[in-house]
């Protein structure tokens, strides 16, 4: 075999060879059409979940899977909300059907849910999305939720409300009382529920119960401490020149604290405290020893003049500074029989309580005497009122009322039913019209005029002194009659 011949045969198997590599086969042509029709199928399904909703996806409660954003917009333009209302199982309301008042200007905010929602393979989980339409739902928003929270109330009012766990004081110990759970809803957790569910068929709301305060709680706790603070504090309460310490542990008893931490106290026993200084301090009503010009101690009943403490005002006055950790008061409502119901000689502690300043008249001995910071002044004869006719001046202690001059007496006196006479000089000393004046039309002066010629009840001064006397006379100024 020639050269040529060989190499001839070999070029030959070579062409076979090449053939038969390069030529497609049945197989190769399988292969790309399942590729080809799986290629496909992805791009078919990433095409749909692009385009339309997974299947159990809703949109305030519609139903809007396997739809495309355009569709679902038209559904939900056209889809009704069910107003009805449920507390758990419990319906409590129930309205008639409104639209939720979409439009195509929300058709941006459906397209950003769609691709929100997803997913490379089609999904089957139950999602329901909230979408707040560009119109607002005032029924929904406003009327409707007054209508709920009107019947959650009216359902509360027949419902057992919980009960706070309370720290009080009784009987001088602090008790702290066990809280109860009720059955009353928790209105404003249930409103923000509805809130949440605006444009939700079937609102379901959860039920939420209000809870009642613990014994264990910071705030019981914080209100036992406030009571055992308040179990520590003093007070130093001044009346006149003294000073009482009232201590908290005596006078409070019960007490309790408010939800705002206000401190309330009950009054019983400071109000017998208060009472219990009166009797022993107060000079209204009440009999004043008093030395006399001749030296002889003699008792005088009280009369315009004297002072009392307010108990009820004062034990409210001690409750607050109680409550308020106040340190100290001054005792400060005060009353008697003056001409505007104040107290008279309050501020006066010496000479058992009329002080050195004063008038001094016998109905005896028909003289007055008048004393300036304890040194006699003036001294004179004087009338006083008719005895005969029950018209005597008053015996007790008064005041003087204030002062005038000139001034023009009017009234009645027994045989003179309305007189009108002037004076000089006028300073009252009882609100019935007693007083000292001049009496220029006096001419019996005796020192027994008075048993059947004296006035109708004041103290006829002489002209001559008068105006000594009434120089030395200044309102508020004690009047002692005997």
């Known amino acids: 075999m020639s050269m040529s011949t060989?190499?001839?045969?070999?070029?030959?198997?070579d062409t076979e060879r090449g053939n038969r590599f390069n030529r497609p086969t049945r197989r190769h042509f399988i292969v790309i059409g399942i590729i080809s029709i799986i290629a496909l199928l992805f791009a078919g399904i990433g095409y749909y979940q692009t385009t339309r909703f997974n299947s159990q996806i809703t949109i305030n409660d519609t139903k809007v899977g396997g739809l495309t954003a355009n569709q679902a917009i038209k559904k939900l333009k056209t889809s009704a909300l069910k107003n009805r209302v449920y507390v758990g199982k419990q319906q409590i309301l129930d309205e008639k059907d409104t639209q939720m008042g979409f439009t195509d200007k929300n058709l941006p905010e459906v397209k950003k849910l769609l691709k929100s929602q997803w997913t490379l393979f089609p999904s089957s989980k139950v999602k329901n999305y909230s979408l707040l339409p560009k119109k607002a739902d005032q029924f929904r928003s406003q009327t409707m939720k007054k209508q709920v929270e009107e019947k959650l109330l009216l359902m509360n009012k027949s419902l057992n409300a919980p009960q706070d766990a309370e720290v009080h004081l009784e009987q001088g110990k602090i008790v702290i009382s066990k809280s109860m759970n009720g059955k009353q809803?928790?209105?404003?957790?249930?409103?923000?529920?509805?809130?949440?569910?605006?444009?939700?068929?079937?609102?379901?709301?959860?039920?939420?119960?209000?809870?009642?305060?613990?014994?264990?709680?910071?705030i019981i706790k914080d209100k036992e401490k406030i009571l055992k603070d308040l179990l520590q504090r003093t007070v130093d309460y001044k009346v006149q020149d003294k000073v009482y310490t009232l201590k908290a542990t005596e006078l409070i008893k019960?007490?309790?604290?408010s939800k705002d931490m206000k401190v309330t106290i009950t009054v019983s026993d400071i109000k017998n405290k208060i009472d219990e200084i009166n009797r022993s301090q107060s000079t209204l009503n009440k009999d004043f020893t008093f030395?006399?010009?001749?030296?002889?101690?003699?008792s005088v009943k009280g009369q315009g003049y004297g002072w009392a403490l307010n108990g009820e005002k004062e034990t409210a006055q001690i409750q607050k500074a109680f409550e308020n950790g106040e340190k100290s008061i001054p005792a400060s409502n005060i009353y008697g029989k003056g001409w505007s119901?104040?107290?008279?000689?309050?501020?006066?502690?010496?000479?058992?309580g009329i002080g050195d300043t004063y008038a001094e008249v016998s109905i005896a001995e028909q003289r007055i005497w008048i004393y300036k910071n304890?040194?006699?002044?003036?001294t004179t004869n004087v009338v006083t009122g008719k005895h005969s006719t029950n018209e005597d001046t008053s015996p007790g202690v008064w005041y003087i009322l204030y002062k005038r001059s000139p001034y023009t007496l009017t009234g009645s006196a027994v045989g003179k039913?309305?007189?009108?006479?002037?004076?000089?000089?006028?300073?009252p000393f009882t609100n019935s019209g007693q007083g000292f004046h001049d009496a220029s039309w006096r001419t019996n002066w005796a020192s027994n005029a008075y048993l059947t010629a004296g006035s109708g009840g004041c103290v006829n001064t002489p002209p001559s002194i008068m105006k000594t006397v009434y120089d030395n006379l200044s309102t508020y100024d004690p009047v002692v009659i005997y």
């Not at 060989?6 to 198997?13: H, K, R, S, W």
């Open 254 to 257: 019960n007490a309790s604290v």
């Open 374 to 378: 304890g040194q006699l002044v003036v």
């Open 6 to 13: 060989v190499n001839a045969t070999v070029e030959e198997i």
């Open 291 to 298: 030395k006399t010009h001749s030296g002889s101690v003699i």
């Open 341 to 352: 119901d104040e107290g008279i000689g309050y501020e006066t502690t010496t000479n058992n």
């Open 417 to 427: 039913p309305g007189y009108s006479i002037k004076v000089d000089y006028w300073a």
């Open 185 to 218: 809803y928790d209105i404003a957790s249930l409103l923000k529920d509805y809130d949440k569910q605006e444009y939700t068929s079937d609102i379901h709301l959860n039920p939420v119960y209000i809870k009642p305060i613990k014994a264990d709680s910071p």
